[in-house]
């Protein structure tokens, strides 16, 4: 069973352009959350989701940022019009439909780098 | 809004017991959580606890909760230079909707 996989690794862009952020959660996973780790800084929590549906964007910024989780493919976190306050580790985590307070399974992280 | 505190650095010597210290303010957390992070990649799961649990033990991993004080400990026996990284505690209340992470405590193994 794959871990939760994230896509790219690493993402290099100019202020201005857009930045997708994508994440596969394990297999039979239906829950997928979004936190932000700013250099040398915990995880902030950004975003819950279940299948086509937003459950928690409190940790969301007001603008520019988006995430979806379609009924199928990954789930996609999306910077418009980056800033180089947007440069920071993303990661995404997943956790089952059932037994959901036990954990969450974390990816390795996409590190955006905002030129 | 909830908040989860950690010292920031802990170096000890290969061989002796590390504790990671952890104070949170949420009264109605239901599950804490440590993590590790290596450099430049993800957290890893280490242990969770449940918060009517007072003490957990996975081999050399000891986590002990005081409710009362809203304290988290992790104690990690025969510390080894693999053990250098950050530390992280979380919580959450919302049964697993929304954690909460500490700042992250960077363990140092000195040979």
């Known amino acids: 069973n794959a871990g939760v996989m994230q896509n790219p690794r690493h993402l290099v862009r100019r202020r201005g352009q857009e930045a997708r952020l994508r994440c596969s959660p394990m297999?039979?996973?239906?829950?997928v959350y979004w936190y932000r780790q700013l250099p040398e800084e915990g995880l902030k929590f950004m975003v819950y989701l279940q299948k086509e549906n937003i459950i928690d964007e409190s940790g969301m910024p007001k603008e520019r940022f988006s995430a979806e989780f379609p009924k199928e493919g990954p789930s996609i976190l999306r910077i418009q019009q980056v800033v180089r306050g947007d440069s920071a580790a993303y990661f995404c985590?997943?956790?089952?439909?059932?037994?959901?307070?036990?954990?969450?399974?974390f990816g390795p992280g996409t590190r955006l780098l905002v030129l | 809004g909830e908040d989860v505190e950690q010292s920031l650095f802990l170096s000890v010597r290969e061989g002796d017991s590390s504790v990671i210290n952890c104070t949170y303010t949420?009264?109605?957390?239901?599950?804490l959580y440590w993590y590790k992070q290596e450099p430049g990649a993800g957290l890893q799961l280490l242990t969770y606890i449940f918060s009517n649990m007072d003490m957990k033990q996975d081999q050399r991993l000891t986590v002990l909760l005081n409710k009362k004080d809203k304290h988290l400990s992790l104690r990690i026996a025969d510390t080894q230079t693999g053990d250098s990284a950050i530390y992280f505690c979380?919580?959450?209340?919302?049964?697993?909707?929304?954690?909460?992470f500490g700042p992250g405590t960077r363990l140092s193994v000195l040979p």
């Open positions: 297999k039979g996973h239906s829950h």
């Open positions: 949420d009264s109605s957390s239901t599950y």
């Open positions: 979380a919580e959450t209340a919302n049964y697993g909707q929304n954690f909460v």
């Open positions: 985590a997943s956790s089952p439909p059932d037994r959901v307070e036990e954990t969450q399974y």
